[in-house]
């Protein structure tokens, strides 16, 4: 491999471009902004090394999915997506967040970590193996969608619509990166999510508050009947919610054990005292990784202003999100949400789910993730932690486990301070090489898998 990282290191800042042409374009799919646009220059990358591209309409945004038939025995998937996260607060960044500046050693920019940054490396990748051996070991089908972060609420469908097309042997997923020790970190899963709006009505206008001893108050109804899904040991009291959480194996356990905590360092990183339940080692790592949460996004309703209003609100609003674990069903959970809602008295409270993905999970004794993990020690020097599942989500069960296919979440261009989702969203410069080294190093291993 040291003739095609030596390629690439000789290419660097041609490759830091094209990661900065398209952090550059807007795409933002939850303001409909710029995402058009941002699926051509993905169309064009995906073009420059060979791939027959496509961009395949879904009831939303786009799927770009370009395939690069080599030959080859064994075909390996890969998932993107180029839409990213609004920018705002804008007042919050230190340099534009469409610009790509490079400062400190750093690309700033919205996307560059959340995922246009791997998904460019991984283009990058393949350009450095066909200059150096001519083509890739493997065939390759990539998928690039363009409504990740509003939740990829069409994916499922493209995936059942598409389903002998997205057939291959192995799936890459989206990147991550180094964990707070700055050692590689491989996901073998991802949590699934439901994510609801709760409202409630009291009355058809905002009334004075000196009425409140005798007309209901909307922020208080939902306040109660927030109050009734979780206990104060953060225990989720719907009735039923834990009746499929899948037990994490003896491999699992094992895996946990091997991972050095960063317990520490997050807390520092992040400006907190003290973890939920004062956990600490293996228990805090575990309930991390295999068990489900509730948790209140956001919560408005009556005056937000300045200065005093006396005011009873009409009406309240909050969000809700639900990380699931394997075997958890996101439209179970609704169900199970509004039964428990009525058994307490809270008909009155409207529950819409803006967003459902199911968990999933590839096995820990894989070959792909053997592939994945010796790429890594070859790359870095050192051997990844490896873990069972992640505890943020996306749409890998409809394209991984649905399709019988193995999928990984590899180590990637990103480090703990990235600040994905966040203002000043960074990667450094040399993450970002040594991840296209990563990625091509992955395409060669497993062209040579048997």
Same mark, same amino acid.
């Given at each position: ?45 995906? &073009? ?20 690069? @038939? ?14 990213? %996260? ?48 001519? %083509? ?17 609420? @069409? ?10 097309? +997205? ?30 709006? +709760? ?10 508050? &000196? ?5 209901? @108050?909307? &922020? ?43 317990? @520490? ?38 005056? %937000? ?70 790429? &890594? ?74």
């Amino acid at each position: 491999m040291q003739d095609i990282y030596q390629y690439i290191e000789q290419h660097r800042e041609e490759y830091i471009a094209r990661a900065q042409q398209l952090v550059r374009q807007s795409s933002v799919a939850a303001q409909g902004v710029g995402v058009q646009e941002a699926s051509g220059i993905v169309m064009a990358m995906l &073009a420059s090394v060979g791939a027959q591209v496509e961009r395949l309409e879904t009831r939303g945004q786009p799927v770009v999915f370009g395939e690069l @038939n080599t030959g080859a025995a064994r075909t390996l998937s890969i998932y993107n997506h180029y839409d990213v %996260q609004p920018a705002e607060p804008l007042e919050l960044w230190h340099h534009d967040p469409w610009g790509a500046e490079i400062a400190d050693g750093k690309i700033f920019g919205r996307g560059i970590g959340d995922d246009k940054g791997d998904f460019v490396a991984r283009v990058c990748a393949i350009d450095a193996i066909q200059h150096v051996r001519g %083509q890739v070991g493997a065939n390759l089908k990539f998928v690039v969608e363009g409504e990740e972060e509003i939740g990829s609420p @069409n994916l499922e469908h493209f995936a059942r619509e598409h389903q002998k097309r +997205l057939k291959a042997d192995a799936c890459l997923w989206e990147g991550g990166g180094k964990n707070a020790n700055e050692i590689p970190e491989i996901a073998l899963g991802v949590k699934g999510i439901a994510y609801f709006q +709760l409202s409630v009505q009291s009355a058809n206008t905002d009334l004075h508050s &000196a009425l409140a001893a005798i007309i209901p @108050n909307a &922020a208080w109804r939902l306040t109660w009947a927030l109050g009734t899904l979780k206990d104060q040991n953060e225990r989720v009291r719907i009735k039923g919610f834990y009746d499929d959480v899948r037990r994490p194996s003896p491999s699992d356990h094992a895996a946990l054990k091997k991972i050095k905590s960063s317990a @520490n360092r997050m807390k520092k990183l992040w400006g907190f005292k003290n973890y939920l339940l004062n956990l600490q080692g293996a228990p805090l790592q575990e309930r991390l990784t295999f068990q489900p949460t509730c948790t209140i996004c956001g919560i408005w309703g009556g005056y %937000q202003g300045s200065g005093l209003k006396t005011v009873l609100p009409k009406e309240a609003f909050a969000k809700v999100d639900f990380r699931l674990v394997p075997d958890q069903d996101p439209a179970k959970v609704a169900r199970l949400l509004r039964t428990h809602l009525d058994a307490h008295g809270f008909r009155d409270v409207k529950i819409e789910l803006l967003g459902g993905e199911h968990p999933s999970r590839t096995p820990m004794d894989s070959p792909f993730a053997k592939v994945c993990v010796e790429a &890594a020690s070859d790359v870095w020097g050192v051997a990844p932690a490896v873990v069972p599942m992640v505890a943020g989500s996306g749409p890998m069960y409809p394209l991984g486990e649905k399709l019988g296919i193995p999928t990984v979440m590899p180590a990637g261009i990103g480090y703990a301070g990235m600040n994905i989702h966040a203002p000043n969203e960074n990667v450094r410069v040399e993450d970002y090489i040594a991840g296209i080294k990563y990625f091509a190093t992955i395409f060669e291993r497993f062209g040579r898998e048997p």
